[in-house]
């Protein structure tokens, strides 16, 4: 079995983008097949592009993922049902579903498909590299997984929150007054909000 570390290597260098009539385009590092856009996959809603795999949400409402799948990332739960979003991590994929479930699947290296018990529906989700992120019905922010550089410790002071982007060892929050908070490492400047 090849460990999470053993993908440093790997650089994140693909893009999707949904064309106005739902067909599904992906460009650039195609090393897994995460550019390999299944001939059968019809329209598609929504995309999320992660390291090494794609995952896209059809008109039906159905998930499906292709790439790399050496942790089970691109395995979709039989019994998963109809999703409303879905965000690719590093080796994870997490899919809201339309019930509000949040559902996660792939490497659990750091616990970051051990979606939090009591997590009730969930409005938003963000798969980073090795945590992912949710935005639950009233607002709040939680996040679970990987917390080394405290990517996970949501400000206790944070309130609602419209928005959610999980990065590499980092967390970005849009609060309900449009302002901006990232936490979590900063090595780069990346949690130094600009206020313009």
Avoid: W, Y
Avoid at 33 to 56: Q, R
Avoid at 77 to 89: K, M, R, T, W, Y
Avoid at 99 to 107: K, N, P, S, T
């Amino acid at each position: 079995m090849v460990s999470s570390s053993a993908l440093e290597r790997t650089c994140s260098a693909n893009t999707c983008a949904v064309r106005t009539n739902g067909q599904l385009v992906c460009f650039g590092e195609n090393e897994f097949g995460e550019c390999d856009v299944p001939a059968d996959l019809g329209a598609v809603l929504v995309v999320s592009a992660g390291t090494t795999h794609t995952c896209a949400v059809q008109t039906n409402g159905q998930l499906v993922c292709f790439g790399d799948n050496r942790f089970g990332e691109c395995d979709v739960p039989a019994d998963l049902g109809p999703v409303l979003a879905v965000s690719a991590g590093h080796c994870h994929t997490c899919a809201l579903r339309t019930d509000g479930q949040l559902v996660c699947f792939g490497d659990n290296a750091f616990e970051e498909c051990d979606v939090p018990a009591g997590l009730g529906p969930v409005l938003a989700v963000s798969a980073g590299r090795c945590h992912a992120c949710a935005v639950r019905a009233d607002g709040q922010l939680v996040c679970f997984g990987d917390n080394a550089c405290g990517q996970c410790d949501v400000p206790a002071d944070l309130g609602p929150v419209l928005a959610v982007s999980a990065g590499n060892s980092f967390t970005c929050a849009v609060k309900t007054n449009g302002q901006i908070v990232c936490f979590g490492t900063n090595s780069c400047g990346q949690c130094d909000v600009l206020n313009r």
